[in-house]
């Protein structure tokens, strides 16, 4: 089993629906998303912590120790992953990942997976929505082929979420499979996505 594992979805790289959002005015969640710094591993791990047994087992697919994501946390400073953050007041409290699952070089970002974790207080004020448009645009950005994601069928609010973006779901043995056709990318997709990296740092 993935240590990646969470709703973690799956799309083919044709459509991306909806358009990717930029925030052009306040967020009713009042935070701040950005891409995270491999330096920034620390703030990932703590986020982690605070995630409840029931969080934790959707994220993962499974019971996690604590141990166990102290090292998913600095193994992911070491891979190529793409991490958007959700920070409130300098915290992070929400996570979407993105992993090229190919091998190193060209085809790496041929397939990827991605996976979702947002601290409970924080759940419903489109957080998760925001985290997953960022993700699909930098899958399509990268020219991923095939973006997978599975979750526990029981995990509805992710399930509505790839609805959004007009998902396939299949479900199996308890688990539900995702396949999200997603577009190329455009000349728009590349600059929005590195005018979102630049206002995140910068802030």
């Not at 400073?77 to 920070?87: T, V």
């Not at 929505?129 to 990268?142: D, F, S, T, Y």
Request: glycine share 10%.
């Amino acid at each position: 089993m993935s240590a990646f594992k969470n709703c973690t979805p799956t799309a083919d790289a044709t459509m991306e629906r909806p358009s990717p959002r930029r925030m052009d005015g306040p967020a009713r969640h009042g935070g701040l998303i950005r891409r995270l710094l491999p330096s920034e591993s620390a703030a990932l791990h703590v986020h982690l912590l605070r995630l409840d047994a029931e969080s934790r087992h959707d994220r993962f697919g499974m019971g996690v120790s604590d141990d166990f994501l102290k090292q998913y946390a600095a193994r992911s400073a070491s891979l190529d992953d793409l991490i958007y953050g959700f920070f409130v007041d300098g915290e992070l409290r929400g996570a979407g990942e993105l992993r090229g699952l190919g091998p190193a070089g060209h085809e790496h970002w041929r397939a990827a997976e991605a996976a979702f974790s947002v601290e409970r207080a924080w759940r419903g004020l489109g957080v998760g929505e925001e985290l997953m448009g960022r993700i699909v645009r930098a899958a399509r950005n990268r020219r991923a082929a095939t973006l997978y994601m599975s979750c526990l069928s029981r995990n509805r609010a992710m399930q509505a979420l790839a609805r959004k973006f007009s998902a396939e779901l299949t479900f199996e043995a308890g688990e539900t499979t995702t396949k999200l056709p997603v577009e190329g990318p455009t000349p728009f997709s590349l600059i929005y996505e590195a005018m979102d990296d630049a206002a995140g740092f910068a802030t």
